[in-house]
C-alpha cells in the first residue's frame, strides 16, 4: 500500500511541478506588466502541438523541442507588442478579460489546424527511470520538478540583482514614475511576456509528454496554475512553487479514494478560495472593529 501511495505522490508532484512551473510564469508576468494572462494554457498548448508537429515532419527531436520554446515566446510577445499596449492603462479586470480573448483565438486556430486525432509527445526521458523510496520515477518526472524548482531560484536572482530585473520589479510598482526615471518600458515588458512564454512553451511540451496531447486539456491547465499563483498572492514565487506542488499532490490522492474521485477537479478551486479568505481575514477584521 506504501508503495502505491508513493506513487501517486510521485504523479502529483510531477503534475503539480507543471502547475507551479506555469504559475512562476503567470506571477512574472503579473509582477512586471499587470497582466494575469489567462490565456497562459493556450500558449502552453500551441508550443505543445507545435513541437509534435515538428516531430512527425521527421526532424531532430531537439529542434522539436526548441520550436515549442519559441512558439511559446512568439505568441506570447505578439500579444504584448500588438494588443497590450492598449490596455496598459486599465483596470486589471479589463487585462485579465483581454487575455481570455486571446485564450479563444488560439483554440480556435489550434482547432483549424489540428483535428481531434489521439496524439503522443514522447519524450527520450520518458523511457529512463530510477528508483526513489521503491517507487519507479521517469526522468522526465524529475526534470519537471527541477525545471520549476530551478526556474524559481533563477527568476529570484535575475529580478533581486540584475538591472534588467530591477527595471521590471519598478515598471510593476508604477508604470508612469518608471517611464519618468528612464526605464526602457517597451523593452522591459516585452521581455517579461518572452520570459513568461518561453516558460509556457516549455510548460506545454512537459505537459504534453506527461500527461496528455490535447489542447483543450493543456490551455485548461490554467485553472490549477492560476490557483498556484494565488497561494503566491501573485507575487511570491517560493509560494507560487509549493502551491503548484500541493494542488498536484492533492489531486493526485484524491483519486484513491472513490467517494472523492470526482471531487479533483475542485481541487485549485477550494485551495485558492482557502487562501482568498485567508489573506482577507485582516480586512474583515478591520471593518469589524470600524463597526
Do not use: C
Amino acid at each position: 500500500m506504501l508503495k502505491v501511495y508513493g506513487l501517486f505522490l510521485v504523479s502529483g508532484l510531477a503534475v503539480g511541478s507543471l502547475y507551479a512551473l506555469a504559475g512562476i510564469g503567470l506571477v512574472i508576468l503579473r509582477r512586471s506588466t499587470g497582466f494575469l494572462n489567462f490565456a497562459y494554457g493556450a500558449l502552453a498548448a500551441a508550443a505543445a502541438m507545435v513541437a509534435w508537429q515538428v516531430a512527425d515532419w521527421g526532424a531532430w527531436p531537439p529542434l522539436s523541442w526548441f520550436a515549442a520554446l519559441v512558439a511559446g515566446v512568439v505568441l506570447s510577445v505578439a500579444y504584448g507588442r500588438l494588443v497590450a499596449p492598449a490596455l496598459a492603462w486599465r483596470e486589471p479586470a479589463v487585462k485579465a478579460v483581454a487575455t481570455l480573448g486571446y485564450m479563444l483565438i488560439l483554440l480556435g486556430v489550434m482547432g483549424l489546424i489540428w483535428d481531434d486525432e489521439l496524439r503522443k509527445l514522447s519524450l527520450p526521458t520518458d523511457k529512463i527511470a530510477v528508483t526513489l523510496l521503491g517507487v519507479r520515477v521517469t526522468v522526465t518526472r524529475l526534470i519537471a520538478l527541477g525545471v520549476a524548482v530551478a526556474a524559481v531560484i533563477a527568476m529570484i536572482l535575475y529580478l533581486d540583482r540584475s538591472r534588467m530585473g530591477l527595471n521590471m520589479r519598478a515598471l510593476a510598482d508604477d508604470r508612469d514614475h518608471a517611464a519618468l526615471l528612464g526605464i526602457p518600458i517597451i523593452k522591459v515588458e516585452t521581455l517579461a511576456w518572452g520570459i513568461s512564454g518561453a516558460l509556457a512553451g516549455g510548460t506545454g511540451l512537459l505537459f504534453g509528454s506527461l500527461v496528455r496531447l490535447e489542447p483543450t486539456v493543456i490551455t485548461f491547465m490554467v485553472i490549477p496554475a492560476t490557483a498556484a499563483a494565488i497561494v503566491g498572492r501573485l507575487t511570491s514565487l517560493p509560494m507560487t512553487l509549493l502551491g503548484g506542488l500541493f494542488i498536484g499532490v492533492i489531486e493526485a490522492m484524491l483519486t484513491l479514494y472513490k467517494p472523492l474521485a470526482p471531487l479533483r477537479a475542485m481541487t485549485p478551486f477550494v485551495i485558492a478560495g482557502l487562501m482568498i479568505l485567508w489573506m482577507q481575514r485582516g480586512t474583515s477584521l478591520t471593518f469589524a472593529s470600524k463597526d
